[in-house]
């Protein structure tokens, strides 16, 4: 199982904490025999490497930090794999129904 955390803000070390509490619990709860642990993965609008390390740095938990960016607009190669704004209002309409 992957627990995944996306945050609006830069990379905090208390968001490593808050993951590894996530993992625990999807290890304990909801992990069946045979299956590898959880791995998490934390999102965020910016980090700094050396405050990623040392937030993770004695964690025995499999857990990544990635950043994101954002864009104004879809790229276009990307368009033909989602459905248009009218596509979605119509699905929509018809479980309205």
Not at 17 to 45: R, V
Request: include cysteine; hydrophobic fraction near 35%; aromatic fraction near 8%.
């Amino acid at each position: 199982m992957i627990a995944i955390e996306l945050k609006v803000t830069e990379f905090k070390p208390e968001y490593a904490g808050k993951m590894q509490f996530y993992l625990t619990a999807l290890n304990k709860q909801e992990k069946i025999e045979g299956e590898n642990p959880s791995i998490g993965i934390i999102i965020c609008k910016s980090k700094d490497r050396t405050v990623v390390e040392y937030a993770l740095n004695d964690s025995h938990k499999p857990i990544g930090v990635a950043t994101y960016s954002l864009q104004h607009e879809l790229p276009e190669e990307m368009k033909k794999y989602l459905p248009t704004a009218e596509e979605i209002t119509q699905r929509l309409n018809i479980l309205d129904e």
